[in-house]
């Protein structure tokens, strides 16, 4: 659809959504906790024992017998999770088996892709793949937004997919979960071998609902294969592989603060807000990222708490180095940890009873009975585009091009206090604009906006602006910061797109909160 | 219905069972494997975080007042689960509140009752509670055998109750689970406080598929409680109460094995039968349970293993200080446990990694892609009664009363040897019978029958007849132990029952394998 189609729908944010994508009905957004669902849970097929082996041996020769016990076929909705991350080698795989089968018009519903996945450019054009449902990091996210993509790209958030999963919106036929460890019965975990990746988070969900589950691995132990963070009754088929992937690029070996002065300044400012407003405070909670700034955070939290004598209750995480010292040295008593970034995290977490792994669905799902997001009272986390009304956009670049997942982001904006630490421009592109490129997140839900010359509250959170009062902190209004920017580097030409749209963002409920448009390129 | 009511119905096992039970349309045993489910699995409504507190904290005042919010009302399913055994205070404070908020006709379903119970005869007189869907041990039983109870009572094994719950065959509208610990999202397990039960998987099913959850503790920990055996985002409402339950019949201070010597000897005969079947090998997996005779057969395998250094890869329990100091020994490598019954389970649940919670999911669910169940290599059973064809019953005696839960014993017989060890006769009536009371296992399933005046090997386990060839095992048939029992005992005469139906016996499919007369009495 085009984004001036008559039949296209503007939703309660101003937005302008189509009314099906790929064939289904969609709901607009309504507004944050405004619509509520009347549905029920997708109900897969009941299994029987009798279909499964006594012995609980589900061992298959190879990954092809799998997909092919599975019962692979056109159409199909295949799954796969990010754990992986850059050093992918499973993903590329089924596709290049489905291809060598003459399968088509596969829809991949990857919990994230990387740019190691710019491998399925191929099968998206020769028809393999018909679309991809799921975050586009990077050159197939460039792919989509110059409209080459068969279908239209559905980016969700991660308790966003969980939602749509247990919820039916999206049904999947095989799951194939890679796992750094692995019984033949399919229990599973991501805590030893050459592909740890500490937890599986994000495959529980695939594991819970699909009709077909296959675990691979390149770690298989004797059963039980324990903590069973997958899952064996859930199982199908079980796959020994040579490498699942690259454990350079899985795991980082070495996590790094940035040593950018601007980077740290911003750190530091965010952090001194925090302290001032006096979110630090005994038994608090916080979560920061894995990116230079926001490991910076951090450790200026670890100054004031140290300083303070101050104990957070948990944080979490994205774990790494910097987080489990912080556990190790009792400055924080949990780790509530959904993806680990490092080795340290992943040690960490096979070790430490503290350093809990959690899975979109305690974290994340908003169609649940609540979810932790809500009980963190303050989270730090970046944009691409913030506009003077406090939406932010995470997903396109100012130019349009749609370029980036949306991970936990809109799942966190629910937290007590949202802060955005970003600089006040890039490229001598001003980060402050005065409409998003694409909505990601309401401005109702985001708080402050922290940057090297100054800091904006949300004048929703009178609250906040009263607790900084006389603090000596820059505060400023969001046009204030607007103008400050564009005094710098003028007022930006806004990138003109296509009418044509190539995605969708959805919302924590399922509905549709925007369309990203094609670029012109 | 009668037994010979013309609407009943022959099933595979030659059983007469009912049509429908309770208004709802039943399927007849098909036999072991025969019977594949076509159904879905139940779809609970979805719920929206947007209608639970951001904060996480779902405490209400009290029983009442969460019972109240989750809609109390007529005709409801309420259930509760019975890891606090004969000290659970919380299942009668529930029909206390609905007999006084004057509700009527309600179902209620225990994952087993008690003798504490009791006090809920009054209940089901006076319509409080219409009917028991669950094990009914002592009282109730007695009761139910009397055609007292408004209902059928259907018995179901702890497996084929995860299958029922997750099959929608029976939909919670309210789950009340009490927790050793718990926080006040509804995050819950049994590790500590005064009502620690070790685990809660009898009550996993129920935060599953349940409509509303309550979690109720007399132990409130800060948010995150953890492990999350129960999940706090299944969880509608907290409560905490001053007193779950008498922790002294939660938990047995002390297990015991048997004095008895002729159980002992029972016990030593078993063992030595598996030594000599080559069962008792290295990595080789048992389940024994917490009586007394199957204590002493653990501690006889103890010593066998002792002796030639061998190692079990895991135990299931029932896990009780016995069991818990074998793995401590470095005897066997895992518990795998689905209910402690000392404080040194507990302990040891709460403090080794090595000492795993399972629950009826994992292993048992017969409608999973498979489960535990069949990977242990020799499990250690009782019975009421065995016939000629190796048929046994768990459930009733002798008389036709019905005083026992299947619990996981239907679920057990898929392991890959099945023993049970019984006294010839109890009381002068032969344990070995031409036809049980109540069909609770098929013949085809159970293995040897040990008795203190010989072992009968099941004609199909040829492979156990020839392994335990010249070993000196007193191996007879089946037919020459009910002989000998009735030199002694004389031929018992079968007891007369009424042939009004008060209970039904479902196997692990969902289907029926048995009815339960009523006594006369």
Redesign the interface.
Same mark, same amino acid.
């Not at 509520?36 to 609980?56: F, Q």
């Given at each position: 659809m085009r984004i001036d189609d008559p039949g296209m729908i503007k939703n309660a944010a101003g937005r302008m959504v189509p009314p099906e994508v790929n064939g289904n009905a969609q709901i607009a957004y309504k507004g944050v906790? =405004?619509y509520? !669902?009347? /549905? =029920?849970?997708?109900? *897969? !097929?009941?299994? !029987? !024992?009798?279909?499964? *082996?006594?012995? +609980?041996n =589900?061992l298959t020769s190879d990954l092809k017998d799998a997909l092919v016990k599975s019962g692979l076929k056109n159409g199909m909705v295949i799954s796969t999770h990010h754990h992986f991350r850059n050093g992918d080698y499973l993903a590329n795989q089924i596709f290049d088996i489905a291809h060598e089968m003459g399968v088509r018009d596969l829809i991949w519903f990857p919990s994230a892709s990387f740019p190691c996945h710019q491998h399925l450019i191929k099968y998206l054009e020769d028809g393999t793949i018909h679309h991809i449902e799921g975050s586009m990091n990077g050159p197939l996210g460039r792919f989509t937004s110059q409209g080459k993509m068969k279908g239209l790209g559905v980016l969700r958030s991660h308790g966003g997919r969980y939602q749509a999963i247990?919820?039916g919106e999206i049904r999947i036929d095989i799951a194939v979960i890679g796992a750094g460890c692995a019984d033949s019965? +399919?229990n599973a975990n991501g805590l030893s071998g050459p592909s740890a990746t500490g937890l599986l988070g994000f495959a529980l969900a695939d594991s819970q609902y699909a009709e077909k589950?296959i675990v691979v691995t390149d770690n298989m132990v004797?059963? *039980?294969c324990?903590p069973?963070q997958i899952? &064996?009754?859930?199982?199908?088929y079980t796959v020994k592989l040579d490498k699942l992937g690259d454990p350079e690029k899985i795991i980082s070996g070495t996590t790094q603060i940035t040593k950018s002065p601007d980077r740290l300044f911003l750190a530091e400012l965010t952090a001194r807000f925090c302290e001032s407003a006096g979110i630090i405070k005994d038994?608090f909670s916080f979560q920061s990222g894995a990116g230079g700034t926001s490991l910076a955070v951090g450790e200026f939290f670890r100054k004031i708490m140290r300083e303070k004598g101050i104990k957070a209750?948990?944080a979490r995480g994205g774990s790494n180095k910097y987080l489990v010292s912080m556990l190790e040295e009792g400055l924080v008593d949990?780790i509530?940890d959904g993806q680990t970034f490092d080795l340290e995290g992943v040690k960490s977490m096979a070790g430490n /009873?503290h350093h809990?792994d959690t899975s979109p669905?305690?974290s994340y799902?908003?169609?649940? =009975? &609540?979810?932790?997001a809500?009980?963190v009272d303050v989270v730090i986390l970046g944009a691409t585009e913030i506009d003077i009304n406090f939406n932010a956009n995470v997903v396109t670049h100012s130019d349009g091009y749609l370029l980036h997942g949306i991970g936990g982001w809109q799942n966190c904006l629910?937290s007590?206090t949202v802060i955005l630490p970003v600089p006040l421009f890039r490229d001598r592109i001003p980060v402050i604009v005065d409409e998003v490129t694409t909505l990601c997140g309401p401005g109702e839900l985001i708080d402050v906006v922290v940057t090297e010359r100054g800091i904006a509250i949300n004048p929703l959170r009178k609250d906040l602006l009263e607790a900084v009062k006389g603090s000596g902190l820059p505060v400023m209004t969001i046009n204030e910061l607007k103008k400050e920017a564009e005094k710098i580097c003028g007022r930006p030409q806004k990138a003109e797109l296509d009418k044509e749209i190539i995605a969708v963002i959805k919302w924590v409920?399922g509905t549709l909160l925007d369309s990203v448009r094609k670029v012109r390129y």
């Open positions: 906790n =405004k509520i !669902s009347t /549905s =029920k849970r997708h109900a *897969p !097929s009941v299994a !029987s !024992s009798a279909n499964y *082996p006594l012995d +609980g =589900k247990q919820d019965f +399919g589950v004797e059963f *039980p324990h069973w899952q &064996g009754n859930y199982v199908d038994g209750r948990f949990y509530l /009873s809990i669905f305690t799902n908003y169609h649940a =009975k &609540g979810n932790f809500g009980m629910f007590k409920d």
